[in-house]
Protein backbone atom coordinates (compact mmCIF):
# COMPACT_ATOMS: atom_id res chain seq x y z
CA UNK A 1 0.00 0.00 0.00
CA UNK A 2 0.91 3.24 -0.87
CA UNK A 3 2.18 5.64 1.98
CA UNK A 4 1.09 8.48 2.70
CA UNK A 5 3.68 10.53 1.61
CA UNK A 6 4.52 9.13 -1.47
CA UNK A 7 0.17 9.83 -2.44
CA UNK A 8 0.00 13.39 -0.89
CA UNK A 9 3.73 14.26 -2.10
CA UNK A 10 2.97 13.08 -6.01
CA UNK A 11 0.02 15.26 -5.62
CA UNK A 12 2.32 18.08 -5.18
CA UNK A 13 4.19 17.13 -8.01
CA UNK A 14 1.32 17.07 -10.37
CA UNK A 15 0.08 20.22 -9.30
CA UNK A 16 3.73 22.15 -9.94
CA UNK A 17 3.56 20.40 -13.40
CA UNK A 18 0.34 22.45 -14.18
CA UNK A 19 1.94 25.39 -12.88
CA UNK A 20 5.01 25.22 -15.33
CA UNK A 21 2.34 24.45 -18.04
CA UNK A 22 0.29 27.32 -17.40
CA UNK A 23 3.63 30.10 -16.34
CA UNK A 24 4.71 28.84 -19.98
CA UNK A 25 1.60 29.71 -21.73
CA UNK A 26 1.35 32.73 -20.37
CA UNK A 27 5.19 33.77 -21.26
CA UNK A 28 4.24 32.56 -24.67
CA UNK A 29 1.44 34.40 -24.76
CA UNK A 30 -0.69 31.42 -25.61
CA UNK A 31 -3.83 32.36 -23.42
CA UNK A 32 -6.31 30.09 -24.76
CA UNK A 33 -3.54 27.45 -23.25
CA UNK A 34 -3.10 29.70 -20.36
CA UNK A 35 -6.82 29.07 -19.16
CA UNK A 36 -7.02 25.55 -20.21
CA UNK A 37 -3.94 24.89 -17.82
CA UNK A 38 -4.96 27.65 -15.06
CA UNK A 39 -8.34 25.16 -14.68
CA UNK A 40 -6.49 22.24 -14.52
CA UNK A 41 -4.10 24.32 -12.12
CA UNK A 42 -7.34 25.14 -10.38
CA UNK A 43 -9.14 22.02 -10.19
CA UNK A 44 -6.08 19.95 -8.93
CA UNK A 45 -5.04 22.39 -6.04
CA UNK A 46 -8.26 22.39 -4.72
CA UNK A 47 -8.64 19.09 -4.62
CA UNK A 48 -5.79 18.32 -3.24
CA UNK A 49 -6.71 20.77 -0.57
CA UNK A 50 -9.41 19.26 0.36
CA UNK A 51 -7.69 16.05 0.05
CA UNK A 52 -5.95 17.05 3.09
CA UNK A 53 -8.57 19.05 4.89
CA UNK A 54 -11.50 17.24 4.76
CA UNK A 55 -9.58 13.99 5.42
CA UNK A 56 -5.90 13.41 6.20
CA UNK A 57 -6.31 16.39 8.63
CA UNK A 58 -8.74 15.45 11.01
CA UNK A 59 -8.07 11.77 11.21
CA UNK A 60 -4.32 13.04 12.13
CA UNK A 61 -6.14 15.30 14.59
CA UNK A 62 -8.24 12.32 15.95
CA UNK A 63 -5.28 9.78 16.31
CA UNK A 64 -2.81 11.97 17.77
CA UNK A 65 -4.59 14.42 20.04
CA UNK A 66 -2.91 17.29 18.09
CA UNK A 67 -5.44 19.50 17.30
CA UNK A 68 -3.77 22.87 17.32
CA UNK A 69 -0.76 22.00 15.80
CA UNK A 70 0.75 21.45 12.93
CA UNK A 71 -2.73 21.01 10.76
CA UNK A 72 -3.69 24.51 12.38
CA UNK A 73 -0.90 26.44 10.69
CA UNK A 74 -1.37 24.34 6.80
CA UNK A 75 -4.88 25.27 7.58
CA UNK A 76 -4.45 28.58 8.13
CA UNK A 77 -1.65 28.33 5.19
CA UNK A 78 -4.65 27.22 2.40
CA UNK A 79 -6.57 30.30 3.01
CA UNK A 80 -3.85 31.97 1.51
CA UNK A 81 -3.11 29.92 -0.91
CA UNK A 82 -6.44 29.80 -2.19
CA UNK A 83 -6.68 33.63 -2.09
CA UNK A 84 -3.35 33.60 -4.02
CA UNK A 85 -5.19 31.07 -6.76
CA UNK A 86 -7.92 33.24 -7.43
CA UNK A 87 -5.60 35.99 -8.02
CA UNK A 88 -3.74 33.76 -10.65
CA UNK A 89 -7.29 33.16 -12.11
CA UNK A 90 -8.35 37.37 -12.23
CA UNK A 91 -5.42 37.94 -13.88
CA UNK A 92 -5.55 35.35 -16.75
CA UNK A 93 -9.07 35.89 -17.42
CA UNK A 94 -8.31 39.70 -17.84
CA UNK A 95 -5.02 38.25 -20.19
CA UNK A 96 -2.49 40.57 -17.50
CA UNK A 97 0.63 38.83 -18.21
CA UNK A 98 2.58 40.68 -15.57
CA UNK A 99 0.45 40.09 -13.31
CA UNK A 100 -0.37 37.00 -13.27
CA UNK A 101 3.50 35.89 -13.50
CA UNK A 102 3.93 38.32 -10.73
CA UNK A 103 1.39 37.04 -8.67
CA UNK A 104 2.08 33.15 -9.89
CA UNK A 105 5.81 33.77 -8.29
CA UNK A 106 4.96 34.72 -4.93
CA UNK A 107 2.19 31.92 -5.19
CA UNK A 108 4.73 29.21 -5.92
CA UNK A 109 7.31 30.42 -3.40
CA UNK A 110 4.57 30.20 -0.38
CA UNK A 111 3.18 26.67 -2.03
CA UNK A 112 6.89 25.52 -1.95
CA UNK A 113 7.76 26.38 1.61
CA UNK A 114 4.45 24.94 2.37
CA UNK A 115 4.76 22.01 0.75
CA UNK A 116 8.18 21.20 2.09
CA UNK A 117 6.60 21.42 5.85
CA UNK A 118 4.37 18.93 4.64
CA UNK A 119 6.66 16.66 3.24
CA UNK A 120 9.58 16.95 5.84
CA UNK A 121 7.34 17.46 8.70
CA UNK A 122 3.71 16.80 8.55
CA UNK A 123 3.52 13.53 6.37
CA UNK A 124 6.07 11.35 7.87
CA UNK A 125 4.49 12.19 11.05
CA UNK A 126 0.91 11.01 9.80
CA UNK A 127 2.94 7.61 8.18
CA UNK A 128 3.38 7.05 11.93
CA UNK A 129 0.58 7.93 13.26
CA UNK A 130 -2.08 6.38 10.60
CA UNK A 131 -0.35 2.84 10.36
CA UNK A 132 -3.48 1.66 11.63
CA UNK A 133 -6.26 4.04 9.62
CA UNK A 134 -5.30 3.92 5.61
CA UNK A 135 -8.07 2.22 4.93
CA UNK A 136 -10.34 4.91 6.81
CA UNK A 137 -8.48 7.82 4.91
CA UNK A 138 -8.91 5.73 1.60
CA UNK A 139 -12.72 6.15 2.18
CA UNK A 140 -12.46 9.90 2.23
CA UNK A 141 -9.31 10.81 0.08
CA UNK A 142 -10.31 10.26 -4.20
CA UNK A 143 -7.95 7.94 -5.44
CA UNK A 144 -5.69 6.93 -2.08
CA UNK A 145 -5.83 3.02 -2.39
CA UNK A 146 -7.50 0.89 -0.42
CA UNK A 147 -5.80 -2.15 0.94
CA UNK A 148 -6.41 -5.36 -1.22
FE1 LIG B 1 -1.40 21.57 2.41
FE1 LIG C 1 -0.20 19.31 0.46
Not at 39 to 46: I, S
Not at 103 to 108: G, I, M, R, V, W
Request: hydrophobic fraction near 35%; aromatic fraction near 8%; charge should be negative.
Amino acid sequence: MASISEFFSAQHRTCDKVFEEMEEAVSAGDWPQAESSYRKLKQDTLQHLSNEEDGLFPLFEEKTGMQGGPTQVMRSEHVELRELLQRIGDAVQARDRNEVLGTAETFFLFLQQHNVKEEQVLYPMADQALQESLQELSAKVPGFPSSD
